[in-house]
């Protein structure tokens, strides 16, 4: 658990250190917008997928950049489905192991070293990594720095900008900084909710103090950086975090219910909650022989002491 502490903390060190040389980097002019760098490589990548997807707005009939930034952000979460597949099946697996952890903890409370190895040797068992859940950010984080330098130094065609299809509601320029738009807190205020909204559907266990940390953290954060982001970089991570939330629950529901899910591995989850159940019962069985052996009197042969001498007494023997 260490481990993963050690690597929430170094991720959130990083996600820092990106927004400093977000917020830092690039040269501005006197009214601080930014002056453009249309030679970049990420120029390259970003420009021609966003002219590719607007041409494929324009074939059905919505020509919208925004539309293109979505869709964007679908291919890049159909890409990372099985990432998330497999972090929404470790925290799942880590939840019904909470008993288990709980005792393991109970038991090696004064004994960090041995706690931290029963725990990993729990892991291993039931085949679990935990530095799973932290694998989708550190995926999203170099798109992220692509797409930020990219949408900040490209522009479409003027001719698309003055149609107004380089804008989205209220900004008419999809590269202009969030801090300059007309409302320049409202865009980072929807980020910092959706970051929470995606955080708190991760959320295994509400006594994790490195969860709950993350839960307060990367909201407030995302409301700071997102003001140096393009608002076309802010649009997509309000898509990213609505879709990632809309995919939790699909993948929550298929894990529940089975459904699309390979017959082999369902029988396996089948055959792996069934052992539990049953370790379960015996535990419980267990712990109530043991309470009813301290129920026990403590001098177990008085009663047929005394059924004896009652016998004794008796006026008559039928028997004899």
């Known amino acids: 658990m260490k481990k993963k502490k050690l690597l929430v903390i170094?991720?959130?060190?990083?996600?820092?250190?990106?927004?400093?040389?977000?917020?830092?980097?690039?040269?501005?002019?006197?009214?601080?917008n930014i002056v453009r760098n249309q030679d970049s490589f990420t120029v390259t990548i970003v420009g021609g997928i966003l002219n590719g997807l607007f041409q494929f707005t324009e074939m059905i009939g919505l020509p919208s950049f925004?539309?293109?930034?979505?869709?964007?952000?679908?291919?890049?979460?159909?890409?990372?489905?099985?990432?998330?597949?497999?972090?929404?099946?470790?925290?799942?697996?880590?939840?019904?192991?909470?008993?288990?952890m709980k005792k393991i903890n109970e038991k090696y409370a004064n004994n960090p070293e041995k706690r931290q190895e029963a725990t990993m040797k729990l892991y291993r068992e039931h085949k679990i990594n935990p530095m799973s859940?932290?694998?989708?950010?550190?995926?999203?984080?170099?798109?992220?720095?692509?797409?930020?330098?990219?949408?900040?130094?490209?522009?479409?065609?003027?001719?698309?900008?003055?149609?107004?299809?380089?804008?989205?509601?209220?900004?008419?320029?999809?590269?202009?900084?969030?801090?300059?738009?007309?409302w320049p807190y409202l865009l980072p205020l929807v980020c910092a909710l959706t970051t929470l909204l995606q955080q708190?559907?991760?959320i295994v266990n509400l006594k994790d103090r490195t969860q709950m940390m993350m839960l307060v953290i990367f909201p407030v954060m995302f409301f700071f950086v997102?003001?140096?982001?393009?608002?076309?970089?802010?649009?997509?991570?309000?898509?990213?975090?609505?879709?990632?939330?809309?995919?939790?629950?699909f993948i929550n529901f298929r894990l529940k219910t089975g459904i699309f899910t390979p017959a082999e591995e369902r029988l396996q989850r089948k055959e792996a909650?069934?052992?539990?159940?049953?370790?379960?019962?015996?535990?419980?069985?267990?712990?109530?022989e043991k309470a009813q052996a301290k129920q026990q009197p403590a001098h177990p042969h008085t009663h047929s002491h005394e059924s004896a001498r009652d016998e004794k007494n008796l006026p008559d023997k039928p028997w004899k």
């Open 273 to 288: 909650a069934e052992e539990l159940k049953e370790q379960r019962k015996e535990a419980a069985k267990k712990q109530q």
């Open 66 to 100: 925004a539309l293109a930034i979505f869709l964007l952000t679908l291919i890049v979460k159909l890409l990372t489905h099985p990432v998330n597949v497999k972090q929404q099946k470790s925290m799942k697996s880590m939840s019904v192991l909470q008993p288990e």
């Open 200 to 202: 708190s559907m991760s």
């Open 133 to 182: 859940s932290c694998l989708p950010l550190l995926i999203q984080l170099p798109i992220l720095m692509i797409l930020f330098y990219g949408m900040r130094n490209w522009i479409p065609d003027q001719s698309l900008i003055d149609a107004g299809y380089y804008g989205f509601l209220w900004i008419n320029d999809l590269s202009q900084m969030v801090a300059n738009t007309k």
């Open 10 to 32: 170094l991720l959130i060190l990083c996600l820092a250190l990106a927004a400093f040389g977000c917020s830092m980097g690039g040269n501005v002019d006197e009214d601080g």
């Open 226 to 249: 997102a003001r140096q982001f393009p608002a076309g970089l802010a649009l997509y991570w309000i898509f990213y975090g609505l879709l990632t939330a809309v995919q939790s629950l």
